[in-house]
């Protein structure tokens, strides 16, 4: 009933269709990207993404292939350069800053209007095209299927890189590649979503996980799940009470993350984890 | 034995939490969807008038204006940036925002990138392509994306938006297309004030002027005024630092008595505009403020006659 209502408009099929996806493909590669202590970098892409539009409007091309080359180039400086663990961040800052300071110069070079670069800081969910859809549909299955080939090799380096180093895994090439498909999927997902919701949904969801599992298959289902699910909400609500979406999508994810620390918490005190609960002593459980 | 047991029980215990936790999950987001639908239903629509109006839906609303005036009561216009204190570059389209330009049979906005979510919330629909498009920068003024995009400040924009909307409601209503035709030709006669106007204020020589922000930009044009400093109105329009060069240049003009008067946009204040302004009153030059979108209360004839009073003023013509 209420869904049929809100479905006969074709913005909101699209908005759910490629909310999916993403949220899908950001659940996923997620996980990885939280266990890789990657969170400031999911941000970074997103930024820097920005600044490959405003130089792509400068030089008249599409705004994709700028965002495409300013984050893949990103991707691999950092990987050069930041792979020792404790200059990660710093590496890490100084490549935002100058895209940043980049981007600043394109817009002021450009005589064009800045208004479609910061368009894509919060996207525009409820505008999205079949043509979009389509496109997200390819990218997230693409992202999805390199996850799945690399799935051992990347899961014993994301959960283990001391094991994985010992075990001669290569892998320097396996942080770049990872960083590049990073680099890829954020640019994409950008174009569609914003800037705002491909970190939130690449970070939250799959802090919310990692806190309810230790299975790895289980936390991308999870993430992901989680991800589709404040997707959804965030369309409906904003469907019917008019208020942005990404902000909804935002709230959810964050609520759900608290609740998720709170329900931890509580079970660290019902069961602490490094004693078996026994029947025999209900005093503990208080 | 009883040790694997024991395990055994673990991991059925943590699938339980685990299974626990999105069954909560999914019911409190049905609870929170739930809330939100009860609200939306508590508002109907209004629009079920006996008459089915033609639905037009204009991305700002001085286009709104020109709509309902060639349409009269056959229209139902909603504007959608219809208050001055939104920024027009910064703003996020809402649900109800979508919605209306899914349900409308003609659209109307500026184009040449000004309202680029305009044009993603026509092409997010792909079964209704029956809507009629008007894009008054491209379509009616001939203009592309890179130049300047206020385009309702062209003295023209007004009357070929008028003309254009009587036609294509005449199309979409054919029993009506005259009474289109006559509101659209009164709407002209309407604004022939503010043409004499513009006539009366035109400089025979070019006159320079500095803008905070290229807003005045056409109608600057139309009355002989020559914006001396494009670089710097950009910059502050695209919310980036001007250069210090074009600074300079600006306070130069100012000091130097080079213009004749700095044209203000009082939607957009930001420290460097705000130094320019003082330096402006403080060595005499006069400040003329308007604004990018039309102030409440006002329509567009009193809006831009309003602002043509100041300039004439300044220019010693009264």
């Given at each position: 009933?209420?869904?049929?209502?809100?479905?006969?408009?074709?913005?909101?099929?699209?908005?759910?269709?490629?909310?999916?996806?993403?949220?899908?493909?950001?659940?996923?590669?997620?996980?990885?990207?939280?266990?890789?202590?990657?969170?400031?970098?999911?941000?970074?892409?997103?930024?820097?993404?920005?600044?490959?539009?405003?130089?792509?409007?400068?030089?008249?091309?599409?705004?994709?292939?700028?965002?495409?080359?300013?984050t893949c180039c990103s991707a691999?400086?950092?990987?050069?350069?930041?792979?020792?663990?404790?200059?990660?961040?710093?590496?890490?800052?100084?490549?935002?800053?100058?895209?940043?300071?980049?981007?600043?110069?394109?817009?002021?070079?450009?005589?064009?209007?800045?208004?479609?670069?910061?368009?894509?800081?919060?996207?525009?969910?409820?505008?999205?095209?079949?043509?979009?859809?389509?496109?997200?549909?390819?990218l997230s299955t693409a992202v999805l299927c390199i996850l799945f080939l690399g799935y051992r090799m990347i899961t014993f380096d994301s959960f283990d890189p001391v094991g994985a180093r010992a075990a001669d895994l290569p892998v320097r090439f396996i942080s770049?590649?990872?960083?590049?498909?990073?680099?890829?999927?954020?640019?994409?997902a950008i174009q569609i979503v914003g800037a705002l919701l491909v970190f939130t949904l690449m970070t939250i969801p799959a802090s919310i996980a990692q806190n309810l599992t230790q299975s790895i298959w289980r936390?991308?289902?999870?993430?992901?799940?989680?991800?589709?699910?404040?997707?959804?909400a965030g369309l409906v609500l904003g469907f019917y009470t008019n208020a942005p979406v990404s902000f909804f999508i935002t709230i959810v994810e964050g609520g759900l993350y608290f609740a998720s620390l709170g329900w931890s918490a509580v079970r660290g005190r019902i069961h602490p984890p490094d004693l078996v609960p026994s029947p025999a002593s209900p005093n503990e459980a208080v | 034995m009883i040790k694997s047991i024991e395990e055994k029980g673990n991991q059925v215990q943590t699938e339980l939490r685990w299974m626990t936790f999105i069954v909560v999950t999914l019911i409190s987001v049905c609870l929170l969807t739930g809330c939100g639908?009860?609200?939306?239903?508590?508002?109907?629509?209004?629009?079920?008038?006996?008459?089915?109006?033609?639905?037009?839906?204009?991305?700002?609303?001085?286009?709104?204006?020109?709509?309902?005036?060639?349409?009269?009561?056959?229209?139902a216009v909603t504007s959608i940036l219809n208050d001055p204190n939104?920024?027009?570059?910064?703003?996020?389209?809402?649900?109800?925002?979508?919605k209306a330009v899914a349900d409308a049979q003609v659209v109307v906005y500026t184009g040449i990138g000004y309202d680029d979510w305009m044009d993603k919330l026509i092409k997010a629909n792909t079964a209704t392509n029956t809507k009629q498009v008007v894009a008054v920068g491209s379509d009616l003024l001939g203009r592309a994306a890179g130049d300047n995009p206020h385009v309702w400040y062209d003295p023209a924009a007004m009357p070929k938006l008028a003309d254009r909307l009587a036609e294509v409601l005449g199309q979409l209503d054919p029993g009506q297309a005259q009474d289109y035709q006559n509101r659209a030709k009164s709407y002209i006669r309407a604004l022939t004030p503010l043409t004499d106007e513009i006539a009366r204020l035109k400089q025979p020589t070019p006159v320079a002027i500095d803008a905070s922000e290229p807003v005045f930009g056409y109608l600057a044009d139309a009355l002989n005024l020559k914006m001396n400093d494009p670089k710097f109105a950009k910059a502050i329009e695209d919310g980036n630092d001007p250069n210090a060069r074009?600074?300079?240049?600006?306070?130069?003009?100012?000091?130097?008595?080079?213009?004749?008067?700095?044209?203000?946009?009082?939607?957009?204040?930001?420290?460097?505009?705000?130094?320019?302004?003082?330096?402006?009153?403080?060595?005499?030059?006069?400040?003329?403020?308007?604004?990018?979108?039309?102030?409440?209360?006002?329509?567009?004839?009193?809006?831009?006659?309003?602002?043509?009073?100041?300039?004439?003023?300044?220019?010693?013509?009264q």
């Open positions: 009933m209420i869904f049929a209502s809100m479905l006969q408009y074709d913005f909101m099929q699209h908005g759910f269709l490629a909310g999916t996806f993403v949220a899908i493909m950001c659940g996923a590669i997620g996980v990885f990207v939280i266990a890789r202590g990657l969170s400031f970098i999911a941000h970074t892409f997103s930024h820097i993404g920005f600044s490959g539009a405003a130089f792509a409007m400068y030089t008249g091309m599409d705004p994709l292939n700028g965002m495409l080359l300013f691999l400086a950092i990987s050069q350069m930041g792979l020792k663990i404790l200059r990660k961040d710093i590496v890490i800052s100084v490549v935002l800053s100058v895209c940043l300071g980049l981007g600043l110069l394109f817009l002021s070079l450009s005589s064009k209007q800045a208004n479609a670069i910061s368009s894509l800081l919060f996207g525009t969910v409820l505008g999205i095209s079949a043509v979009d859809v389509w496109k997200t549909a390819l770049m590649a990872f960083l590049l498909l990073l680099a890829v999927a954020t640019a994409e936390m991308i289902l999870l993430s992901s799940l989680i991800a589709v699910v404040g997707v959804w | 639908s009860k609200q939306g239903t508590t508002h109907p629509n209004p629009a079920d008038a006996s008459v089915p109006k033609i639905k037009v839906v204009a991305a700002e609303d001085f286009y709104g204006e020109v709509a309902q005036a060639v349409g009269g009561d056959r229209v939104v920024d027009p570059h910064e703003y996020e389209p809402t649900a109800d925002a979508s074009d600074v300079i240049n600006v306070q130069n003009d100012i000091k130097q008595k080079r213009i004749k008067f700095f044209v203000f946009n009082i939607q957009t204040v930001d420290p460097t505009v705000k130094n320019i302004v003082q330096l402006a009153e403080s060595n005499g030059i006069p400040v003329v403020k308007v604004t990018e979108t039309e102030p409440t209360g006002e329509n567009y004839s009193q809006w831009m006659t309003g602002q043509l009073d100041q300039v004439g003023k300044t220019l010693g013509i």
